[in-house]
């Protein structure tokens, strides 16, 4: 059974940090790139991060650039986000992304369920 299980949400001051896990099973982790994505209230979901399967390759959307980091442990079928000097503006679901990076699974999509992360004084 296909999962992907995030954590580490929560409340938390402007200015604080965060650091989101998303744990993979059911399927061949290293071989898929993985991105976290996030949902604001009444906006559509954006990409926020994302990593290759081999790690050399990571993309950052600008709203988060020099503040969010990705990465992933291919033996712990994890990945990461660790998220500094967070801003009201952050809030939103943040959900984590799995898309096969080889020709014979790259038709394949998982989502996780979403955490919440809420950045208020």
């Known amino acids: 059974q296909v999962q992907l299980v995030e954590s580490g949400g929560g409340l938390v001051q402007p200015g604080g940090s965060l650091r989101l896990s998303c744990a993979a099973s059911g399927f061949t982790f290293m071989t898929y790139h993985v991105s976290w994505y996030r949902q604001a209230p009444g906006k559509e979901r954006e990409l926020v991060a994302g990593?290759?399967?081999?790690?050399?390759?990571?993309n950052y959307a600008d709203s988060v650039k020099g503040r969010f980091t990705i990465s992933r442990d291919n033996a712990k079928n994890t990945v990461y986000l660790q998220m500094n000097s967070l801003k009201p503006e952050d809030t939103a679901v943040y959900y984590c992304?799995?898309?096969?990076?080889?020709?014979?699974?790259?038709?394949?999509?998982?989502w996780g369920q979403g955490t919440q992360v809420t950045v208020s004084s």
């Open positions: 990593i290759r399967s081999g790690g050399t390759t990571i």
């Open positions: 992304n799995a898309k096969g990076a080889l020709f014979t699974n790259r038709d394949q999509v998982y």
